[in-house]
């Protein structure tokens, strides 16, 4: 497989408002999950776990596109899922693997070769933020509110244009995350220099 060291740059989006409505950044990702998918395929992507940190999870249906679907903002955890993608790839299964720069990094790395059935998709890295920070925050409200916070999501859309929801914590949150950014991604060399996918 290439690696292009200047990549095609295309803008694109979904046809599909509703898929737009729920999604981040216009729905792209659904579209080649779905493609994948159609294929007999798996992908892998960002969930928010029952206590709303990001896990990576493998999916193989549409449901499970709309658990991974939206950009999160934090680290997510690998666990065991690069293991599980190399079992599909070797049983030629089409995978898909969605995630930043330095994590498609690390699972070319645990690879060890190209695959032909792999598409890694990433986005433009600003850094990972750091999910202890994001839980320290999180129970803040918990005890403030008195209540378990039902999940976030940094923003959503009316009409044609996207803007944040009104509630001061998420308004908040859009501000403390630019803080809560791990000192190692300064160092982090997937962030400029090399490009995965």
Request: hydrophobic share 30%.
């Amino acid at each position: 497989m290439e690696h292009f060291s200047k990549p095609y740059t295309y803008a694109v989006w979904t046809k599909d408002s509703d898929v737009r409505f729920k999604s981040t950044s216009g729905g792209a990702f659904t579209e080649f999950a779905k493609k994948i998918i159609d294929n007999d395929g798996y992908v892998v992507g960002a969930q928010y776990d029952k206590d709303n940190l990001v896990e990576h999870v493998m999916v193989s249906d549409y449901d499970g596109i709309e658990r991974i679907r939206q950009s999160k903002y934090i680290q997510s955890r690998i666990g065991n899922v690069y293991c599980e993608i190399k079992d599909k790839l070797n049983q030629d299964k089409l995978v898909g693997f969605c995630g930043s720069p330095c994590q498609v990094a690390g699972l070319y790395a645990y690879l060890g070769k190209d695959y032909d059935n792999l598409i890694t998709m990433d986005f433009i890295c600003r850094g990972m933020n750091s999910p202890k920070a994001y839980k320290a925050w999180l129970n803040e409200i918990e005890k403030k509110k008195k209540a378990r916070p039902p999940g976030y999501g940094l923003s959503i859309r009316k009409g044609a244009g996207s803007h944040h929801r009104e509630e001061p914590e998420l308004i908040l949150q859009m501000v403390i995350l630019r803080y809560m950014r791990q000192k190692k991604i300064y160092s982090c060399m997937d962030i400029c220099l090399q490009i995965y996918t």
